[in-house]
């Protein structure tokens, strides 16, 4: 198994490229399920769940060619309606084919997710929606089993606006017989970039954007091309490594409009930034101090960026209180943090960061994805060398992030453990 190495301590300098959103190519790659045909996606990012998702769909009978800018999907020959276990216990997001395939197929057969490091994720309110627009769900050795004659709209109220239920049912909303009106719906951009391509497939949709979804069904849908909008999450990831190593950064292809809570916090730190159209300049400046910021549905603070923020505030100056309100479990990266020297104290949802003069290099474990990326920042600005074992966590989501780094002035490199 590879670990990365970081030599940290120094500011970083230059620029860096957002790549495409791994959490819009998800739902999206699922969504060409929806009708026989050749789909062209483009700005698809290079990453680990992207290949675990084209796996999925080839089990399906998706056939997939790289084109010179991007990918051709062709969905017209399904020969399953299974998502097994193998690939649900990797990536949660496996889930997002039980929409597209009951949509299309009139029934699908999807491994139920089970816990994770980060909370229990159930995906109750997917089968909950699902029922109401009229499908049968049963529960057997461990799969959701689901089948329906004809989808029919309805009026569906999530008691929590979950992205990737709420990407399930307009899914498949976009082939019920009549009007869908999803309410307390997730306004996550990603779910708007899916929203977009459903609506180039033919798809009639109003309200993206909004927690109001309305959705009014058709026979069928046309294949579509869509460029994947560029990954918020990473881009604020580069913004922390900036702020937390002092740096001097430009971050280009930055979905700037979608990253106002965050940018704001870090502006709330006493960060120096400029902000342009798809421009985040970070100015070197001096110590940050430390802000409190609670994790919500989006527009709020990004559960996503919650580690790395948290990481940022380590060395700050004063106290920062992280409260994380969507995942329970959402605290595994502060026991690695604290073994770089981070002073935190967690007590149920809520952390206390004291933020500290330095950091010292370690060997600490990632846990989940954010929370290796909370790991890299830290070794980043710490005295020393850092290691960060079980790297495949940060390869499901960042691409290539050591060259990205390195190419920042940082000390980082990749090893066989
Ligand atoms: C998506 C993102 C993930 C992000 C999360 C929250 C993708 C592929 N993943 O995950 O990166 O961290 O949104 O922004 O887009 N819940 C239920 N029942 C359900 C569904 C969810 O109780 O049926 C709860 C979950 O346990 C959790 C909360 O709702 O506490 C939010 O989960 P949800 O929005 O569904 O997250 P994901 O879609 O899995």
Request: charged share 20%.
């Amino acid at each position: 198994m590879d670990k990365i190495v970081i030599a940290g301590g120094k500011p970083l300098k230059g620029e860096v490229m957002i790549s495409g959103a791994k959490n819009a190519a998800l739902p999206i790659l699922a969504a060409t399920l929806l009708t026989p045909g050749l789909h062209v996606l483009t700005n698809v990012p290079n990453l680990a769940d992207i290949r675990t998702a084209k796996k999925l769909l080839a089990n399906l009978g998706v056939q997939f060619t790289d084109l010179a800018d991007g990918l051709q999907v062709d969905s017209t020959g399904l020969v399953s309606w299974e998502a097994p276990y193998d690939l649900v216990k990797t990536m949660r997001a496996a889930v997002l084919v039980l929409g597209p395939l009951v949509a299309r197929l009139g029934k699908a057969r999807v491994s139920l997710p089970g816990g994770c490091a980060i909370g229990a994720r159930p995906i109750n309110l997917h089968l909950k929606g699902l029922e109401e627009m009229g499908v049968r769900v049963a529960l057997a050795h461990g799969y959701v089993e689901a089948s329906v004659k004809r989808l029919e709209g309805a009026e569906i109220i999530l008691d929590f606006p979950t992205v990737t239920g709420t990407e399930n049912l307009l899914m498949a909303a976009t082939l019920a017989r009549g009007r869908t009106i999803i309410r307390n719906a997730a306004q996550e951009p990603e779910v708007s970039d899916l929203a977009k391509f459903l609506r180039a497939m033919g798809a009639r949709i109003e309200g993206i954007g909004t927690d109001v979804l309305i959705i009014d069904g058709v026979r069928e849908l046309q294949p579509a091309s869509h460029r994947i909008m560029p990954d918020r999450i990473e881009a604020g990831t580069y913004l922390a490594a900036a702020a937390i190593t002092r740096g001097e950064v430009t971050i280009r292809q930055a979905p700037v409009e979608h990253l106002t809570a965050v940018i704001d916090k870090f502006l709330e730190t006493g960060l120096k930034l400029k902000v342009e159209k798809d421009t985040i300049h970070v100015r070197p400046g001096g110590a940050l101090v430390g802000v409190d910021i609670k994790t919500m549905p989006y527009p709020g603070f990004p559960t996503d960026m919650q580690a790395q923020f948290m990481a940022t505030m380590s060395l700050a100056r004063g106290v920062s209180i992280i409260t994380e309100t969507i995942f329970e479990k959402r605290f595994m990266h502060v026991s690695e943090l604290r073994r770089l020297g981070a002073d935190i104290v967690v007590s149920g949802n809520q952390a206390v960061v004291r933020g500290t003069k330095t950091l010292q290099g370690a060997p600490v474990m990632a846990t989940d994805l954010r929370a290796s990326a909370s790991l890299v920042l830290a070794g980043l600005g710490a005295q020393g060398q850092t290691e960060v074992h079980r790297v495949y966590h940060l390869d499901r989501g960042y691409e290539r992030l050591e060259q990205k780094l390195s190419a920042l002035g940082a000390n980082i490199w990749r090893e066989k453990a």
